[in-house]
């Protein structure tokens, strides 16, 4: 009988890998032994079910729960980008917060220009403008990104020191910029009407932008998905975040790819801040600075350069804050912070790590 | 394979000719005047004990560390100059010493990386099936999943899935058991057979002996010997001062 636990045991935690030339060692549960997307998501739909267990009212839960994965989503939007462009370029930006707030000035100026329309529009109508403002402030932030990588990163690759002090320089430098197209005064930003207040289904209570927000997010994560796995581009990215020498040595250009990705990631963060402005219908220049701190923890959560981990460790971090938030309001800003340390005890590389350059 | 053996290296031309080459890692100068030649469809070996500077050659072909001073020249065109990706582009292809294998990326995945049009030649993925077939069997794997022997297998193959002018393998045999290492040797040897101009880093010296057409014996980032391999396996005098010496120093 002990012959027989033990050989049980032996085959539930034998690792399903390749074994010999052409065999294989058989394991059923590897798969979710293994995949860390599939332990992470697990995960996140714990910290669902303690969340309900912990909150006596069902429709407060509801409520808390739309509202973290709104968070959630709009942290993923503004996180992705600085996650890839560390992953494939080993670059710490510390500028990506002035491209956030660069992103909710041009947003809100965008929507600025069709006042009859946002007064007077139909829901699809506000739709086509909040989309608009996410399209301009893409283009607009994936051009600044632009000229600050060949004006600044460039010549900063390869040390992380110099980085941090010239992205840091430059993300004030983009904030003064912002006070001088958009004056120093902190804007109001009103969701159009067709976004504003709530509706009831059951005894549930749903924010409309908030579910707006979780749809964008949804979207997005499905594109950059479909990107990563169904383009070469994607696979060009996945391979250059693992190891840059040999894309290299495969004959692609990746200096042309770090600015793709740099362009991209920061146009990210632009939407990112379009998406968070309305949500908190005030934007300031300080809005990306005041976002970093939260946006490097998500980063470091998922693992650096995995969009997938940035996805999970997003959305568990809105639903982290809602949740503590409701239940021990003091424990809400370093409820994060604690997460952090956790995932890190766990998988010190992140939810989802991504292997550097080991074969 | 006798008479691969004994082609005789004069009537061929050469397809990559390095040329007093100096190479700086930092402050360390590694490459002390490489010179040797890698004759067309052939196999040389470039051997020699740990640190003398095999590698270091390998990366400076490949421009992933530029060279300093000297030529490199792939059939008459200086490519010492140029950057790794249009180095690869040229033709040549790298397998490195770590394999660099995309651990995230299925095997499929890091060979349809390699081709061109981002689509395989399937008479060209078949030939690669039969010198790989458990590549085959884990197409869809994961390839951070597969063992040492198979990673080597998938190296190889990203680097022959599209044809090259030459194949620059660094220590393909290193951390495999030996019955890995001879389903190696039957791969090169049938690339050998369709005429691949391979340049060969190496330090199992039966592997290199059975493979090889050609041979580079480097020392302290110099080339010290260069022959045909038949002449260096039947001359075993110079086999011990070149490569036992090499071992002593090295131990």
């Known amino acids: 009988m002990t012959t027989q636990i033990q050989t049980l045991i032996k085959q539930l935690t034998k690792r399903g890998e390749p074994m010999a030339d052409n065999s294989v060692s058989v394991q059923p549960l590897s798969h979710w032994h293994q995949n860390a997307t599939v332990q992470s998501g697990l995960l996140l739909v714990a910290f669902a079910f303690i969340g309900f267990v912990l909150i006596p009212d069902p429709a407060a839960w509801m409520t808390l729960t739309i509202a973290g994965l709104a968070m959630g989503m709009m942290l993923f939007v503004m996180t992705s980008g600085f996650t890839l462009v560390f992953g494939l370029m080993d670059v710490l930006n510390f500028g990506h917060g002035a491209f956030i707030s660069f992103g909710a000035f041009v947003g809100f100026s965008v929507m600025a220009m069709f006042p009859e329309l946002i007064a007077a529009g139909s829901f699809w109508t506000h739709i086509g403008l909040f989309v608009l403002a996410m399209m301009g402030a893409a283009v607009v932030v994936g051009l600044l990104s632009w000229a600050f990588e060949r004006l600044i990163i460039r010549h900063v690759y390869g040390n992380h020191l110099m980085q941090i002090l010239i992205t840091t320089g430059g993300m004030i430098v983009a904030e003064e910029m912002i006070y001088v197209l958009w004056g120093h005064e902190e804007r109001a930003w009103l969701k159009p009407d067709s976004f504003q207040g709530s509706f009831q289904f059951g005894d549930f209570v749903f924010e409309k932008y908030r579910l707006l927000a979780v749809i964008m997010g949804v979207v997005l994560f499905i594109l950059l998905r479909w990107v990563f796995t169904h383009t070469r581009l994607g696979l060009l990215i996945r391979a250059g975040v693992e190891n840059r020498e040999i894309v290299k040595s495969l004959g692609f250009n990746i200096e042309k790819l770090f600015i793709l990705v740099f362009i991209a990631g920061s146009a990210l963060a632009g939407m990112g801040g379009v998406m968070w402005g309305l949500y908190d219908e005030v934007i300031t220049a300080h809005i990306g600075q005041n976002l970093m701190i939260t946006v490097f923890i998500v980063a470091i959560i998922g693992g650096l350069g995995s969009i997938e981990g940035c996805f999970l460790a997003a959305l568990m971090v809105g639903l982290l804050t809602n949740y503590v938030g409701f239940i021990f309001p003091k424990l809400a800003l370093v409820s994060t912070l604690i997460l952090m340390v956790a995932v890190l005890l766990w998988r010190p590389k992140g939810l989802v790590p991504v292997s550097k350059g080991d074969s | ?251």
């Open chain 2, 1 to 251: 394979m006798t008479a691969n053996l004994q082609r005789n290296v004069s009537e061929t031309d050469d397809l990559l000719r390095l040329t007093d080459v100096h190479t700086h890692i930092g402050q360390y100068h590694i490459l002390h005047g490489v010179s040797f030649r890698v004759p067309r469809n052939q196999v040389t070996m470039l051997l020699g004990r740990n640190g003398a500077g095999k590698t270091t050659t390998m990366r400076t072909i490949m421009g992933l560390w530029p060279a300093h001073s000297g030529q490199v020249h792939l059939k008459d065109r200086a490519i010492e100059t140029l950057d790794t990706m249009t180095i690869a582009r040229s033709g040549v292809h790298y397998v490195p010493e770590n394999m660099g294998i995309f651990a995230g990326l299925t095997v499929e995945e890091n060979v349809r990386l390699a081709t061109r049009q981002n689509r395989f030649n399937q008479d060209r993925l078949t030939w690669v099936f039969g010198l790989f077939p458990a590549l085959e069997k884990f197409w869809h794997w994961p390839a951070g999943q597969l063992s040492g022997g198979q990673k080597q297998m998938l190296a190889i193959a990203r680097a022959i899935i599209e044809p090259c002018e030459i194949l620059l393998v660094d220590e393909p045999s290193k951390g495999l058991a030996p019955s890995i290492i001879e389903s190696l040797i039957r791969a090169f040897r049938e690339l050998k057979d369709a005429d691949t101009t391979i340049l060969m880093v190496e330090q199992n010296f039966r592997m290199a002996s059975t493979l090889g057409d050609h041979v580079a014996i480097m020392d302290d980032g110099c080339i010290v010997h260069e022959s045909d391999m038949a002449s260096f396996v039947a001359d075993k005098d110079k086999q011990a001062s070149l490569l036992g010496l090499s071992m002593e120093a090295h131990q």
